[in-house]
């Protein structure tokens, strides 16, 4: 199985900031990976998908890159809204694995 | 609009099993396929299986292999995830998502619609 590994696995952030999640594959996965924001009790949302194509409705503040084993999620400039945690997923091959997310919070 | 609307909250003991159900709206069910994928408390996204809904055909996690299977009602435009011999650790929120595919000289494949997840809990 192809191991996802989310870093840092939480982060304290203000509204304002520019932050940056990373995604590492334990082995390459090209172009196959997806980014999820999930809130307290709701279904993750798509956010990205191929590392770096914005979902539709997805503010353009999100954005997604790299290729390989090496990912990225930035948010440009945080908004209230934002802070929720963070999934990257491999689709390269089944079963389809999740990084162990990335919590946002406010600092 | 497409929607994907679960069954509601079980509650079973160790050594049953569970039937969740996900109803499907908005699109042509059969385009796309389903995924099952759950979550338990504090803990990452876990995928479970798939199924493809035009022919059936159905692919599963080797973690729940023997326990899990994966159906669909096509009159019906349902998916569902049975989970047999429950045990503690099965104690999860359990989702549906319909994947997409984004297709060029490869296809690549992502979850654009979830549904509002199932809690499952095992308790004697």
């Known amino acids: 199985d192809i191991q996802m590994t989310q870093s840092p696995s939480s982060l304290s952030a203000s509204v304002g900031d520019r932050v940056t999640i990373t995604c590492r594959a334990s082995?390459?996965?090209?172009?196959?990976l997806n980014w999820y924001q999930q809130k307290p009790g709701k279904a993750p949302k798509l956010l990205i998908y191929?590392?770096?194509s914005l979902q539709s409705g997805v503010p353009s503040r999100f954005s997604g890159s790299g290729s390989g084993t090496d990912f990225t999620l930035t948010i440009s400039s945080l908004q209230p809204e934002d802070f929720a945690t963070y999934y990257c997923q491999q689709s390269s091959s089944t079963p389809y694995t999740f990084g162990q997310g990335t919590k946002l919070e406010i600092k | 609009q497409v929607q994907l609307v679960q069954s509601g909250a079980e509650v079973k003991k160790p050594g049953a099993s569970v039937k969740v159900s996900c109803k499907a709206s908005g699109y042509t069910f059969t385009y796309f396929a389903m995924h099952w994928v759950r979550q338990a408390p504090g803990q990452r996204l876990e995928w479970m299986g798939l199924?493809?809904?035009?022919?059936?055909?159905?692919k599963y996690s080797q973690k729940f292999q023997g326990r899990v299977t994966i159906a669909r009602d096509t009159s019906a435009s349902t998916a569902y995830m049975e989970l047999s011999s429950l045990r503690s650790e099965d104690a999860a929120v359990y989702f549906c998502?319909?994947?997409?595919?984004?297709?060029?000289?490869?296809?690549?494949?992502?979850?654009?619609?979830w549904g509002q997840g199932t809690l499952v809990t095992v308790s004697s």
């Open positions: 998502a319909r994947e997409m595919a984004s297709c060029g000289d490869y296809c690549y494949s992502y979850f654009d619609y």
């Open positions: 082995q390459s996965i090209s172009s196959y």
């Open positions: 191929v590392a770096s």
């Open positions: 199924i493809n809904t035009g022919n059936g055909h159905t």
